[in-house]
Every structure is written in structure tokens, then in C-alpha cells.
């Protein structure tokens, strides 16, 4: 060890805390998520600059979803006019428990899935660009319209050794994917 380089051991260590970090996320302590059997994915709110953000990130969540043979989840047109019959309003991105109750009967779903996209897109530093991710998921109760399960996540596509190197370049989809995986991973198990 005398022999190594402090600058050496400073890339080491970087490398190691920079994959480091995972979701942050909560399930309820008295969840028994065996009763449910199909989710309806409400449309996510995005809260990025970057147009259709929302709707990509939604397949992902569905696709991940189905992926793991959990829960059946129901059509996004058919959740979208069944929301919107009931008074949802997509721009507010929040749906009351009225409106949970009679839309979950309707769709024959026992919860909801309803998330934000807070980043999507390529940041800029310096003269580098990474693609960059960011997610909150949750998981509601239709009848009780407890909150289940809850997850928040961000990934950045460059790693130290990204910046460093130059490899290893990803996409915002490529990101959205390991990041709903992960986030998943807390409700499921990896």
C-alpha cells in the first residue's frame, strides 16, 4: 500500500462511490401486495423541458411491469379516457381518492401506479454532456388509497471513469430502464 499513488488511490475510491447510490424508497409495513392481480398506470407528470418524456417513461414502467409477470396492467388509452370521465386532470397529475375509487371499479384494477419524471434528457458541464434520469413511482390502494409502495431514483449515463475515458455512453432510454429496474428491484426484489 506505501507504494501507491495518491492519485491512483483517489481514481479508486472515485470509481467505487460513484456506482454507489441507490433508489431511495419505502413499503408500507402491513403491505400484502398478493391481492393485487392488475395496476393502471396513471399518466406520469413530467416535469421536464424535454416534450413526451412522460410517455416514454411510462412504457418503460409498464413494460418492466409486465417483464416480471406481477401484475397485468391495463391499457394506457383505456385508463386515460376512464380518468378522464372521472374528472381527472391530467396537468394537476394528482388523482383524489373519489376519483381513485370509481376509476379503479371502472378498470377493474386494485391499484394505481402514478409517478413523476423530474429529469429527462442530456445535461451539459464543462465540455462534457451525459444523459441524466430522474423518477418518483408509486403504488396506491384503490379502496384505500394508501400509498403501498414509493420510490424515487436518479442516474446520471457518464460514470467517473465515462468522463475520465470517454466510454460507455448512454441514453436517456437506455438510463430510464436501469433506473426502473432498480426502483422496481425495492418492490420486488432483484
Not at 462511490?17 to 398506470?41: N, Q, R, W
Not at 464543462?126 to 403501498?148: A, F, Q, R, T
Not at 475515458?165 to 420486488?188: I, Q
Request: proline residues 3%; contains cysteine.
Amino acid at each position: 500500500m506505501k507504494n501507491l499513488k495518491p492519485s491512483f488511490v483517489v481514481l479508486v475510491l472515485l470509481v467505487f462511490f460513484a456506482g454507489c447510490g441507490g433508489p431511495m424508497s419505502y413499503v408500507h409495513p402491513t403491505a400484502d401486495l398478493t391481492y393485487i392481480t392488475t395496476v393502471a398506470i396513471v399518466p406520469f407528470k413530467n416535469l421536464t423541458q424535454e416534450r413526451g418524456a412522460e410517455g416514454k417513461v411510462m412504457n418503460v414502467v409498464a413494460a418492466e411491469v409486465l417483464r416480471r409477470g406481477v401484475f397485468d396492467v391495463v391499457e394506457f388509452g383505456e385508463v386515460a379516457k376512464v380518468l378522464r370521465e372521472e374528472g381527472f386532470r391530467e396537468e394537476e397529475g394528482v388523482i383524489s381518492k373519489n376519483t381513485a375509487e370509481r376509476a379503479g371499479k371502472r378498470l377493474n384494477v386494485q391499484a394505481f401506479v402514478v409517478g413523476s419524471v423530474e429529469e429527462y434528457g442530456v445535461s451539459r458541464t464543462g465540455g462534457s454532456s451525459y444523459p441524466e434520469v430522474s423518477l418518483s413511482i408509486k403504488l396506491i390502494d384503490v379502496k384505500s388509497y394508501k400509498i403501498l409502495w414509493e420510490a424515487t431514483h436518479s442516474l446520471k449515463g457518464a460514470t467517473v471513469l465515462d468522463r475520465l475515458f470517454g466510454v460507455g455512453k448512454k441514453s436517456p432510454s437506455d438510463l430510464s430502464r436501469e433506473l426502473v429496474e432498480e426502483m422496481l428491484d425495492t418492490l420486488f426484489g432483484g
